[in-house]
């Protein structure tokens, strides 16, 4: 019943949303981080003006894009991160065309800043082993692994449904519009980081530097906002964690970190229905974070795990964001913060 | 004169907009163009759910992400694609934090588009080869090439002084914040792309599907409108071309079809204070523009170069839209496109 309120609730914001217009205070973008480094490995092209180049290029750096609403300081900020073989394109118009969390959650008052994960589309990456490999200086072997997710990979990973092509029946993935999803997949090129991986001090600094934020991770970087935490909890106000595997052989000191700050954990359905060599990755997620969670709240934390077919809501995929009922969840994570973070504020500050 | 009282208004403009909230009538994003290629090279790693993975990736898409102001059919749209080593953010705050020419065209009533090259950041790029060289399939020397421009190169290729760290008295570039620059520049894996480049191709269905468009290239991609256009010349209604070499060897029917389309090239200053390699680039590319120019016209055609030191506006680099006057120049292309593109409109229809 309650699931119910909520769907009727974001069907009416969408529809009386989606064609006003948006009013913004401000927008930009920025880098977070980034150090330079000097090598002679960056351009392996005899020919052209940056022939046999070398010289300094600036690595590790995080490209963040931001909208803020009217009146901003009503709410915290939320900064959204990107899973793997994806991009800040996540969180923006979904592949059939309806709006993205990024711009639903402006419209709810709230600061969002997207951030392309270091090593990741516009944030670029450390090429140099790259160059090297092919002047010959670098072994073969020695290139990082960069990993590219196929269409049936991502069908069956992302659980459109049980076999390429065919969907779950109740599923809520525009599955009619994956090809545009596809489009979204890109190489990940997290192999070229360095460790640790430096978009955790990066998401770090950028909550300190907006006094106070949320972080929003999704599949690879689901855990990145308890990482950023660990770096530096100053400016981690909350942690909103989507479907991935959570880290279960923390510290107690680690724990007691992070349960101090407020913990959201989302999945969504038919985890134990894909088949074949991906059938456990999804259990044995859920499994760590439910064990991560009741850690947390045994070192006297506020963390919550939504399991969404549990409260009612069926058929989920792992790119929720996107899913038909997407704002129906935006809504719940709206609800979570106004809650468990800003209105408990003053235990968490 | 006319540059002085330019130079007012932009200054007038920005002052009483950058307080101002922005309105849009409606965001997004989307992709253009792509195709699915069947690999087995798509991920290098024995260990993870992708192991041996062999599948469709798409590739060669280019993402595109847009605003559009209040009446957004009173102005032709305006796509903006970067150049060599960059994304889009070349055209989002500046190293300085000020507004962005993506912003400020949005103001000034134009729908924008702003394209990552295909290849580049959001849209990904073909990374199979990568994956064959590291599995041993691919010989080292077919890795194609990939290119990263140091500080040292940017600030004496873009013009920022005679030599490092040294600016031009004049010098336009806010040259106290050339770290945030360097932040934004990538690896370039255009030498990833099949022959012709698809992002032309992309570019010409783009300006297809906003039914008509003003594309505006920089360097790298300064010649990529014309490219587009040569492609499929029916949505481009405008081309801005910003320092770059021009292609001077069309053939007559080629610089007819040009010659039906209004054309702007827009150079800085400085183009031949720069020492050692670099020095010929820039004289040599104004004249090979000053030609195309000619060509075009004396095809009947319409183009017209703005060598901005010739008309009185000094000092500026080869990232003018980033330039402490960026206003001034982003109207004096605003002007051109209400005077050549919009006024004439009927003409090139």
């Given at each position: 019943?309650?699931?119910?309120?909520?769907?009727?609730?974001?069907?009416?914001v969408?529809?009386?949303?989606?064609?006003?217009?948006?009013?913004?205070?401000?927008?930009?973008?920025?880098?977070?981080?980034?150090?330079?480094?000097?090598?002679?490995?960056?351009?392996?092209?005899a020919?052209?003006?940056?022939?046999?180049?070398?010289?300094?290029?600036?690595?590790?750096?995080?490209?963040?894009?931001?909208?803020?609403?009217?009146?901003?300081?009503?709410?915290?900020?939320?900064?959204?991160?990107?899973?793997?073989?994806?991009?800040?394109?996540?969180?923006?118009t979904?592949?059939?065309?309806?709006?993205?969390?990024?711009?639903?959650?402006?419209r709810?008052?709230?600061?969002?800043y997207?951030?392309?994960?270091?090593?990741?589309a516009?944030?670029?990456?450390?090429?140099?082993?790259?160059?090297?490999?092919k002047?010959?200086?670098?072994?073969?072997?020695?290139?990082?692994?960069v990993?590219?997710?196929?269409?049936?990979?991502?069908?069956?990973l992302?659980?459109?449904?049980?076999?390429?092509?065919?969907?779950?029946?109740?599923?809520?993935?525009?599955?009619?519009?994956a090809?545009?999803?596809?489009?979204?997949?890109?190489?990940?090129?997290?192999?070229?980081?360095?460790?640790?991986?430096?978009?955790?001090?990066?998401?770090?600094?950028?909550?300190?530097?907006?006094?106070?934020?949320?972080?929003?991770?999704?599949?690879?970087?689901?855990f990145?906002?308890?990482?950023?935490?660990?770096?530096?909890p100053?400016?981690?106000?909350?942690?909103?964690?989507?479907?991935?595997?959570?880290?279960?052989?923390l510290?107690?000191?680690?724990?007691?970190?992070?349960?101090?700050?407020?913990?959201?954990?989302?999945?969504?359905?038919?985890?134990?229905?894909?088949?074949?060599?991906?059938?456990?990755?999804?259990?044995?997620?859920?499994?760590?974070?439910?064990?991560?969670?009741?850690?947390?709240?045994?070192?006297?934390?506020?963390?919550?795990?939504?399991?969404?077919?549990?409260?009612?809501?069926?058929?989920?995929?792992h790119?929720l964001?996107?899913?038909?009922?997407?704002?129906q969840?935006?809504d719940l994570?709206?609800?979570?913060?106004?809650e468990?973070?800003?209105?408990?504020?003053?235990?968490?500050k």
């Amino acid at each position: 019943m309650k699931a119910l309120i909520l769907v009727a609730l974001a069907v009416t914001v969408y529809a009386s949303d989606a064609g006003k217009p948006l009013v913004l205070s401000s927008q930009g973008s920025f880098f977070v981080g980034g150090e330079t480094k000097t090598s002679k490995d960056l351009n392996a092209n005899a020919n052209g003006p940056g022939a046999g180049d070398a010289g300094d290029v600036t690595i590790n750096q995080m490209y963040v894009q931001f909208q803020k609403p009217v009146n901003p300081d009503q709410h915290r900020p939320v900064v959204m991160v990107h899973g793997c073989c994806l991009s800040s394109k996540t969180w923006e118009t979904t592949p059939d065309g309806r709006m993205g969390w990024n711009e639903y959650f402006v419209r709810k008052g709230r600061s969002v800043y997207l951030a392309d994960q270091s090593s990741r589309a516009r944030s670029g990456f450390d090429a140099t082993k790259m160059v090297g490999v092919k002047l010959g200086k670098v072994p073969p072997s020695d290139l990082p692994n960069v990993f590219m997710a196929s269409h049936q990979t991502s069908w069956l990973l992302f659980r459109f449904g049980p076999s390429f092509n065919t969907p779950f029946p109740d599923e809520q993935f525009p599955t009619q519009a994956a090809d545009e999803l596809y489009k979204q997949m890109i190489p990940d090129l997290n192999g070229f980081l360095p460790t640790p991986n430096p978009t955790w001090g990066n998401m770090a600094s950028l909550a300190v530097q907006l006094n106070g934020a949320v972080l929003m991770g999704h599949s690879e970087s689901g855990f990145f906002p308890e990482q950023a935490a660990l770096v530096n909890p100053a400016g981690v106000r909350g942690i909103v964690s989507i479907e991935m595997p959570c880290e279960t052989t923390l510290k107690p000191e680690q724990i007691s970190t992070l349960a101090k700050i407020p913990i959201l954990v989302m999945f969504g359905d038919h985890l134990s229905d894909v088949p074949g060599r991906f059938a456990q990755i999804w259990p044995n997620s859920l499994d760590s974070c439910n064990k991560f969670v009741k850690q947390v709240n045994d070192a006297a934390g506020d963390a919550q795990m939504m399991d969404l077919p549990k409260m009612g809501i069926k058929g989920n995929s792992h790119m929720l964001m996107q899913d038909k009922n997407n704002l129906q969840l935006a809504d719940l994570i709206l609800g979570w913060i106004d809650e468990h973070v800003e209105r408990k504020g003053a235990h968490h500050k």
